[in-house]
């Protein structure tokens, strides 16, 4: 692990959007606004969390409204840790633990650029929702002590 790594440090989602594999705008993937922090270790581990936008507290009841209450929580938020590499302009995530189970033991590779104190994460032709869209993910660089 090369410990010069760029990537190390904790990052701040920007912003998410998709495009068909043929350049058309697909819907925001995590919503208009979601949050996100990806935080790369100088010992090869990643930890990602995606909050998509317009989440709603559990109203804490009984029943069936509860089951589809944490149903909508589930889906509305993705948490992934493991390890990753960096080879070239490419970063991949083993995942080890995911919020998503067909994840785990998965690999995924997505491009790096670097545009100043930004990360951009771009993902290889993925189904969404039934539709096979590419997502970019532009990452914040955040200082020690930052929100």
């Known amino acids: 692990m090369n410990t010069d790594d760029k990537l190390v440090g904790t990052w701040k989602l920007v912003s998410a959007s998709s495009t068909t594999s043929k350049g058309e705008p697909c819907d925001p993937p995590y919503g208009l606004s979601p949050l996100g922090f990806l935080t790369y270790t100088a010992d090869g581990r990643v930890t990602a969390l995606i909050s998509y936008s317009g989440r709603k507290p559990l109203s804490g009841g009984g029943g069936a409204r509860v089951q589809e ?75 020690a002590g930052s929100r």
């Open 69 to 143: 209450e944490q149903a909508e929580a589930f889906r509305t938020f993705l948490a992934y840790a493991g390890r990753y590499s960096l080879s070239a302009d490419k970063v991949t995530h083993h995942i080890e633990i995911s919020s998503i189970q067909n994840y785990v033991d998965r690999n995924l590779v997505r491009s790096v650029k670097f545009q100043g104190d930004q990360l951009i994460l771009v993902t290889p032709p993925t189904p969404v929702n039934g539709k096979v869209q590419i997502i970019e993910l532009t990452w914040q660089r955040l200082q």
